[in-house]
């Protein structure tokens, strides 16, 4: 995060700041997370999105023939589902592979089979908690992926398949949850292999590091069902459904005039965000962002997030204003950043650049990344400060970065 610190009195952002492309939501918001909830169970056997009005569900139904009686659908505006051999299937509150066999095995995804689900209409999914039951020595492939670019391949092991002194043990009673990670990819699921309620069970979490629209599971030995709370009972299921967390981005950032820039106007803090070329002259592709104020924290935050498997080099300029209701004595100010958005502690001052950043660009429409001082991102080019109606101070700052900058 970066701030803006004029004198010895911290500026606050005020929530009222209005963008010019997409919005601003503040801190305290009590606005829950949008989710993609899977739910198998006696209740109902439906996904529904949750988008801050009236959820919306879709029904998920078999053929109910004699021929498919297992054979599944799902293809609404919610989510996708597809795989190997007849497609997906379903035996009670599980979801499987269709293999042409009648009966439970509509409700698994063995070895050569796989399942894929993807999302529709609704936003990207930042992470996922899976209800998966578990058979055997099992280990099961899980491939993320955004726009049909892999976006993260992960591993969950159970049984035989654990490999003592590889990935990252999960819970050792139920109900029986791991955690995989880009960093650990690897989630060791502790739970029994007795076919009893939820101890043949694991939730399982999956923390990519960016967006992703699609997950794919490959059993490598042993077999899985995609479940959503169903053996948990009626008390507990919802907690232990299959559930995607989404992300609304606020807009798309590209390297040409119409679409490489973001306008934040009016309250105290306003001005323009651009994104310039890449500085490895590479194809430009576009990126996702988010700005978000937080009123509480004073904090201005601009997020582009890369996609996935194609990081961009990103170039920024931003020329910022910032506004306090009151004049102060001084003039002088100073930017402070987090660069790696770990916190207070974290915070620095923004250095000034050691040269002319546009003099001899790395690639062409981009900046010198040579001008930013060693171990920083970002540089100040200029800044101005002068009065404006009433008697209030205004700051200017001209900045350049790389990477994903993020104010205050």
């Not at 569900?57 to 007849?86: E, F, M, R």
Request: net charge negative; proline share 6%; with cysteine.
């Amino acid at each position: 995060m970066t701030k803006i610190r004029s004198g010895l009195r911290l500026i606050a952002v005020s929530a009222a700041v209005a963008l010019g492309l997409g919005s601003v939501s503040a801190a305290g918001d009590t606005e829950a997370e949008e989710t993609l909830r899977l739910h198998l169970g006696s209740y109902g056997t439906y996904f529904e999105y949750s988008n801050h009005g009236e959820p919306i569900k879709q029904k998920i139904t078999t053929a109910h023939n004699k021929k498919k009686d297992c054979q599944l659908n799902v293809n609404g505006p919610l989510a996708h589902l597809s795989g190997s051999d007849y497609g997906p299937g379903m035996f009670k509150e599980s979801i499987g592979i269709n293999s042409g066999d009648n009966g439970r095995p509509c409700g698994w995804v063995k070895e050569t089979e796989d399942l894929t689900l993807s999302l529709g209409d609704v936003p990207d999914a930042l992470q996922v908690a899976l209800d998966l039951e578990l058979k055997g020595d099992v280990r099961v492939q899980i491939v993320l992926s955004h726009g049909g670019v892999p976006a993260g391949t992960f591993e969950v092991r159970s049984g035989g398949g654990i490999v003592p002194g590889e990935g990252v043990d999960g819970s050792t009673k139920a109900p029986f949850t791991a955690t995989a990670t880009t960093a650990e990819p690897i989630a060791n699921c502790l739970n029994g292999s007795a076919n009893s309620g939820i101890n043949d069970n694991c939730y399982v979490t999956i923390i990519p590091l960016g967006p992703f629209d699609a997950i794919t599971f490959k059993p490598l030995s042993g077999k899985m069902s995609l479940e959503g709370g169903g053996d948990y009972g009626k008390k507990k299921g919802k907690d232990f459904e299959t559930v995607f967390t989404l992300v609304d981005y606020d807009g798309w950032l590209g390297c040409d005039d119409e679409t490489n820039s973001v306008t934040i106007e009016g309250s105290t803090v306003y001005g323009d965000i651009t994104r310039l070329q890449n500085t490895d002259g590479s194809d430009c592709v576009p990126k996702p962002y988010n700005i978000d104020v937080d009123v509480e924290a004073d904090t201005l935050s601009f997020v582009p997030h890369d996609n996935p498997g194609a990081p961009q080099p990103s170039a920024y300029q931003a020329m910022l204003k910032f506004s306090p209701a009151a004049a102060t004595m001084s003039f002088t100010s100073l930017l402070e950043y987090d660069q790696d958005d770990d916190g207070p502690l974290g915070f620095e001052d923004m250095p000034w650049c050691i040269g002319n950043p546009f003099a001899d660009p790395d690639a062409v429409g981009s900046i010198d990344t040579s001008v930013i001082p060693a171990g920083d991102t970002w540089c100040v080019v200029s800044e101005s400060t002068d009065l404006v109606g009433g008697g209030n101070i205004r700051t200017t700052w001209n900045v350049v970065g790389i990477g994903d900058p993020k104010f205050r």
